[in-house]
């Protein structure tokens, strides 16, 4: 059975290959990913789960999910992008909280463009251009980014401020980054 991956495992350091063509094997780990997404979110009170993409599940292909509501927990849908591809960030760059169901309890103050424009296939093949702003830019890059191998850390692991963690009543409090890289030296990584 898959499951959630979390730092430091390599998986999430790969680079994941094209999908091509969307076979019945695809259709599975997108449901997966569906179904795992959901379960975090259960254990998980005081967050959404926003989005996931497929490394996160020990699979290094490049799909990602995002939820179709990000503001209803209710609402638990979510659209499948294959083979997402960027072809344009622009505006002007915005710092926004961000987390990762592979990076646990850790949030951080993540710079990203405002806007992204990029090209997928849905999952009935069918491709899509997509036009995002905001939220859900901010949200598709940090996917997309784990299809590369990278975590939104890696963005702010030279800002000292820009780091936070989740305490047991679901509030984000500032944290030490010195002090979580000595804790947590798997987790950056060396330099
Ligand atoms: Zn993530």
């Known amino acids: 059975m898959t499951k959630i991956i979390t730092t430091p495992d390599p998986r999430l350091r790969e680079s994941s290959e094209k999908v091509g063509k969307i076979t019945d094997e695809i259709i599975q780990i997108i449901n997966d990913m569906r179904q795992l ?3 975090w979110e259960k254990e998980h009170p005081y967050e959404l789960s926003a989005a996931m993409a497929a490394p996160q599940i020990g699979v290094n292909k490049r799909i ?11 609402k638990a849908t979510y659209t499948a992008l294959v083979d997402p591809e960027i072809i344009k960030t622009e505006g002007k760059t915005t710092r926004d909280y961000e987390g990762c169901l592979s990076v646990p309890k850790i949030y ?4 990203r463009p405002h806007k992204v424009r990029l090209k997928a296939k849905l999952e009935d093949g069918k491709e899509v251009r997509i036009k995002a702003t905001g939220e859900l830019a901010r949200t598709l890059l940090h996917e997309i980014d784990h299809l590369n191998g990278t975590l939104f850390i890696d963005h702010i692991k030279k800002d000292k401020n820009a780091f936070y963690e989740m305490d047991d009543k679901g509030e984000l409090q500032p944290v030490d980054y010195e002090e979580k890289i000595k804790n947590n030296k798997e987790l950056w990584g060396d330099d």
Do not use: A, H
Not at 64 to 74: A, F, L, S, T
Not at 108 to 111: K, Q, T
């Open 108 to 111: 951080g103050m993540v710079p």
């Open 37 to 39: 997404s959901l379960e």
């Open 64 to 74: 990602i999910i995002i939820r179709d509501d990000m503001e209803d927990k209710k």
